[in-house]
């Protein structure tokens, strides 16, 4: 089993930034994938940024040259840098990890772009 433990996010001005870490514990041999996926109200769940145990990483169309996503397996941490807020990104984030061939999941951390 693999447990995550989510940090960051809250309430964040327009423009501003904001960086969420994700951390996994348990008896872990390799994270073969660590993401971030969000889901805002009415909304399905949608992968926001992804990365690969070999580096390579996707993103969601709306956040590339905004967000950058990276990973530190020395600590088991996916971390997600957020800059150039803006209020269509409010929304729940959920850490995603692959380990083993099974999937887990965060609580989620809210994060609402407001003035």
């Known amino acids: 089993q693999v447990q995550l433990v989510e940090s960051g996010g809250g309430l964040v001005q327009p423009g501003r930034s904001a960086r969420l870490s994700c951390t996994a514990s348990?008896?872990?041999?390799?994270?073969?994938?660590m993401g971030w996926y969000r889901q805002a109200p009415g909304k399905q769940r949608e992968l926001v940024a992804g990365?690969?145990?070999?580096?390579?990483?996707s993103y969601l169309g709306s956040v590339k040259g905004r967000f950058t996503i990276s990973r530190d397996d020395a600590k088991n941490t996916v971390y997600l840098q957020m800059d150039s807020l803006e209020p269509e990104d409010t929304a729940v984030y959920y850490c995603?990890?692959?380990?083993?061939?099974?999937?887990?999941w965060g609580q989620g951390t809210q994060v609402t772009v407001s003035s």
């Open positions: 995603n990890v692959v380990h083993q061939g099974s999937n887990y």
């Open positions: 348990g008896r872990i041999f390799n994270l073969y994938f």
């Open positions: 990365i690969f145990s070999g580096g390579s990483t």
